[in-house]
């Protein structure tokens, strides 16, 4: 995706009436880096795996519920909340 004066240019055509924005204009970003493993290991969190993702639709098949100290991440990779 590209931002240019006019607004966001995305990888593909969208429908009439739809427009290209970023995410952070829909939706709070919680920019605060956490460990939920660490800090909140028996909170519940949803969880959406890629796989989770119908391709072609982008509609969401499976949500799970998955505890803090149940996540993996990778090396370096923190938790983003997305609010």
């Known amino acids: 995706m590209e931002e240019s ?4 240019q995305g990888s593909y055509d969208l429908p009439n009436g ?9 939706a709070w970003l919680n920019k605060e880096k ?3 493993r660490k800090e909140m290991p028996n909170e519940e969190f ?9 391709e072609g639709t ?3 098949l499976e949500v799970k519920k998955i505890l803090g ?3 993996l991440l990778g090396p370096g990779e923190l938790f983003t909340q997305i609010m």
Do not use: A, Q
Request: aromatic share 10%; proline share 3%; hydrophobic share 45%.
């Open 69 to 71: 100290k149940m996540l």
């Open 46 to 54: 949803l969880y959406i795996d890629i796989s989770s993702i119908e």
């Open 5 to 8: 004066r006019k607004g966001i």
């Open 18 to 26: 739809w427009k290209w924005i970023r995410l952070d204009v829909v």
């Open 34 to 36: 956490r460990d939920p």
């Open 58 to 60: 982008g509609r969401i």
